[in-house]
């Protein structure tokens, strides 16, 4: 299976600590999302990049947060100074320019902050 | 600011019905939009994209129609099984835009 792939897939860690999760896309996708959700609402949108280039970002993406895809495939999203209402899934999401932006996503990674 | 809405928030039906899900949305200018499916504690799987030049899509017992002059869009799900016990949810991209925006869900449960 080629689908999106992230790791780790669940991450405990205490307040205050920084924690980093990596996002492998479908291969041939060059756009690439993550979203962030909480229990018992819908995921929201932190960022995108196309290819190396990070195009959006949230609101919701303070400066504690930092994202990057260097080479224009996988991602890291770095949240540093964890705080416990981080504790959320994050989701990675991958399209193809021309597909009519159909996103698939990956399987999270759960993030619980102590 | 789009906004997506989708009632009900939970609906538990007996298998073998018909059911429909419902899915509004603020803002007409939308470029698509998909249906996902998501399991407990899982990512989500895409179910359907509709374009917005399109009025429906089916994918075996799944039709997806969308109205976007009213707003609306409607999951239709035949012959209900005990396996598509999950929560959908429904997210358009606004014209211009790249990002999701998602409905809070609606988690089913179908009752052998």
């Known amino acids: 299976d080629t689908g999106v792939s992230q790791d780790p897939r669940h991450k405990i860690t205490k307040r205050g600590q920084n924690v980093t999760f990596r996002c492998d896309p479908i291969s041939e996708h060059n756009r690439l999302y993550w979203y962030r959700q909480t229990l018992g609402q819908g995921p929201e949108f932190l960022t995108y990049f196309q290819n190396e280039a990070q195009l959006e970002k949230s609101r919701l993406l303070s400066d504690r947060f930092s994202a990057e895809r260097p080479k224009g495939s996988f991602s890291t999203l770095e949240i540093q100074r964890t705080e416990q209402g981080d504790s959320a899934m994050y989701l990675c999401?991958?399209?193809?320019?021309?597909?009519?932006?159909?996103?698939?996503f990956g399987p999270g990674t759960r993030l619980t902050v102590l | 600011k789009q906004e997506v809405t989708q009632i009900p928030a939970a609906l538990s039906v007996p298998e073998g019905e018909n059911l429909v899900l419902n899915c509004s949305f603020t803002?007409?200018?939308?470029?698509?939009l998909q249906w996902f499916r998501q399991d407990p504690g899982k990512g989500l799987t895409s179910l359907l994209l509709i374009q917005s030049s399109q009025r429906e899509q089916t994918s075996g017992r799944l039709n997806a129609s969308l109205d976007k002059s009213s707003g609306r869009s409607t999951l239709y799900i035949a012959a209900s099984q005990p396996g598509d016990s999950a929560t959908y949810l429904c997210?358009?991209?606004?014209?211009?835009?790249?990002?999701?925006?998602f409905g809070q869900g609606t988690r089913l449960t179908i009752n052998p």
């Open positions: 803002d007409s200018a939308i470029y698509n």
């Open positions: 997210a358009v991209i606004i014209s211009g835009a790249q990002k999701l925006v």
């Open positions: 999401a991958s399209s193809l320019v021309g597909s009519y932006n159909e996103q698939f």
